[in-house]
């Protein structure tokens, strides 16, 4: 009976000790699982709370850009500058103090009496000159794209006009796009950091239908252009959706503005080239560019 038992026991004893062996295998491969779909659900959040977190911790500096920031930036300056330089090089000999940014509607006059006699015999010329100067505002946020347009349709009439500003405008976002990828972080969250919170969680709550919410956002005046350029890249917008919204959004106020541009004389300031029919039809224009990702929230079960 002794000899009969004792094969019994360590059959018993192994059995248990396998049994101890798997479960604990098991509760380790559970306890791996959970870990695993904790981290890819906390991984899908992780760059939108970074951003968040480095709004919220970023305080106001002396100066928020390094050296290597400066340098990138100034690099852009100096190429627009020998862009320039080019240009006015090749044009003949005359006096050109009237070659200075827009700020009022009677500088524009004057900017457009003298570049009317250069634009037959130096089309080329003032085309790449306009779109040099018009591309370096948009880049550095410099405002009074409003009267380059209105210049666009008084030299070169709608169609043509139309389409330089949106070639320009849509050149100059991209540039400040870029260019914000490098050093416009610092720079917003010292500027806008409140807005820029509130549109890094819009984007995050419109993924799937981004780029009919960055078709409204341009063709209404819910944000400025301005900031949606610098903005963009800081909380991830795609580069093509950003560029596909900006194509396509700017047209029917680039349309309004070189309109207005052809009535020159007419205009006696800004304020007369946005009525209230003009920015409801710009508005409705928005909403409608919004109704595909409404309706696709709506039936979604």
Same mark, same amino acid.
């Given at each position: 009976?002794? !000899?009969?038992?004792?094969?019994?026991?360590?059959?018993?004893?192994?059995? &248990?000790? *396998?049994?101890?062996?798997?479960?604990?295998? %098991?509760?380790?491969?559970?306890?791996?699982?959970?870990? %695993?779909?904790?981290?890819?659900?906390?991984?899908?959040?992780?760059?939108?709370?970074? #951003?968040?977190?480095? #709004?919220?911790?970023?305080?106001?500096?002396?100066?928020?850009?390094?050296?290597?920031?400066?340098?990138?930036?100034?690099?852009?300056?100096?190429?627009?500058?020998?862009?320039?330089?080019?240009?006015?090089?090749?044009?003949?000999?005359?006096? $050109?103090?009237? !070659?200075?940014?827009?700020?009022?509607?009677?500088? &524009?006059?004057? &900017?457009?009496?003298?570049?009317?006699?250069?634009?037959?015999?130096?089309? /080329?010329?003032? %085309?790449?000159?306009?779109? =040099?100067? $018009?591309?370096?505002?948009?880049?550095?946020?410099?405002?009074?794209?409003?009267?380059?347009? &209105?210049?666009?349709?008084?030299?070169?009439?709608?169609?043509?006009?139309?389409?330089?500003?949106?070639?320009?405008?849509?050149?100059?976002? *991209?540039?400040?796009?870029?260019?914000?990828?490098? #050093?416009?972080?610092? /720079?917003?969250?010292?500027?806008?950091?409140?807005?820029?919170?509130?549109?890094?969680?819009? @984007?995050?709550?419109?993924?799937?239908? !981004?780029?009919?919410?960055?078709?409204? /956002?341009?063709?209404?005046?819910?944000?400025?252009?301005?900031?949606?350029?610098?903005?963009?890249? +800081?909380?991830?917008?795609?580069?093509?959706?950003?560029?596909?919204?900006?194509? #396509?959004?700017?047209?029917?106020?680039?349309?309004?503005? @070189?309109?207005?541009?052809?009535?020159?004389?007419? /205009?006696?300031?800004?304020?007369?080239?946005?009525?209230?029919?003009? +920015?409801? =039809?710009?508005?409705?224009?928005?909403?409608?560019? +919004?109704?595909?990702?409404?309706?696709?929230?709506?039936?979604?079960?």
């Amino acid at each position: 009976m002794f !000899l009969k038992a004792n094969p019994e026991r360590r059959f018993s004893s192994f059995s &248990l000790k *396998s049994f101890l062996q798997v479960r604990h295998s %098991l509760e380790f491969d559970k306890m791996e699982h959970e870990q %695993l779909e904790t981290t890819s659900s906390s991984s899908m959040r992780s760059n939108d709370d970074n #951003i968040r977190g480095e #709004i919220k911790q970023s305080g106001p500096s002396k100066f928020p850009l390094t050296f290597l920031q400066m340098a990138g930036a100034s690099a852009v300056v100096l190429f627009f500058a020998v862009g320039l330089t080019g240009v006015y090089l090749t044009l003949p000999e005359s006096d $050109y103090s009237f !070659l200075k940014l827009p700020r009022t509607i009677e500088d &524009l006059h004057i &900017l457009r009496d003298h570049l009317e006699n250069y634009t037959s015999d130096y089309t /080329l010329q003032v %085309l790449v000159g306009y779109c =040099t100067v $018009y591309i370096f505002m948009q880049t550095f946020m410099i405002p009074g794209t409003v009267f380059m347009s &209105l210049l666009a349709g008084s030299l070169f009439g709608v169609l043509k006009g139309v389409a330089l500003v949106v070639f320009a405008a849509t050149a100059g976002a *991209s540039s400040c796009y870029f260019l914000s990828n490098l #050093i416009g972080r610092p /720079l917003i969250n010292a500027l806008w950091p409140d807005k820029l919170v509130f549109f890094q969680d819009q @984007v995050a709550k419109r993924r799937g239908g !981004l780029l009919n919410y960055m078709l409204f /956002l341009r063709l209404t005046p819910t944000l400025p252009n301005t900031f949606i350029n610098v903005a963009s890249p +800081i909380v991830n917008v795609p580069y093509h959706i950003f560029f596909l919204a900006t194509s #396509i959004g700017l047209i029917p106020a680039a349309y309004l503005t @070189v309109r207005a541009g052809i009535a020159l004389g007419e /205009l006696r300031s800004i304020g007369d080239l946005y009525d209230i029919q003009s +920015i409801g =039809t710009l508005f409705l224009i928005g909403l409608a560019s +919004i109704t595909p990702t409404l309706m696709t929230k709506k039936n979604r079960p």
